[in-house]
């Protein structure tokens, strides 16, 4: 069964770089035909899709966030990470990474929830000076 965990600086400051790591046991995040996601849940508000790399290496990103993320991978730590930069306070929210089958790419795109795929249990990410 696969498992996935979150992993980084709960603070960051606004203009800094937000960092996270997502471990992945049970499962090789190059094993076809899965998309390997980012997401997160402002205060008050629903989920977000960020992006997801395939398990080819190709990333994806939403249009809304394309220009301040990077997604990349480690395959021999079976690792990937998300970095957004220029953050504002705007971006404290629970980030969570997720594994989803191609079929389920599209609802994650537009309606991200726990029951598509499979998720970490998240960490909290606070934007402050």
């Known amino acids: 069964q696969v498992q996935l965990q979150e992993s980084g600086p709960g603070l960051v400051k606004p203009s800094q770089t937000l960092s996270l790591t997502c471990t992945v046991s049970?499962?090789?995040?190059?094993?076809?035909?899965?998309?390997w996601s980012w997401i997160r849940q402002p205060p008050g508000k629903g989920m977000e899709w960020i992006g997801y790399?395939?398990?080819?290496?190709?990333?994806y990103y939403s249009p809304s966030l394309k220009s301040r993320t990077s997604i990349s991978r480690d395959t021999s730590k079976n690792q990937f990470t998300l970095q957004l930069s220029s953050v504002t306070p705007e971006d404290t929210a629970v980030y969570h990474c997720?594994?989803?089958?191609?079929?389920?790419?599209?609802?994650?795109?537009?309606?991200?929830?726990?029951?598509?795929?499979?998720w970490g249990q998240g960490t909290q990410v606070t934007v402050s000076s």
């Open positions: 997720a594994r989803v089958r191609i079929s389920q790419t599209a609802i994650m795109r537009s309606y991200p929830t726990k029951t598509t795929g499979d």
């Open positions: 049970g499962d090789s995040i190059t094993t076809n035909p899965y998309y």
């Open positions: 790399i395939a398990w080819s290496g190709s990333t």
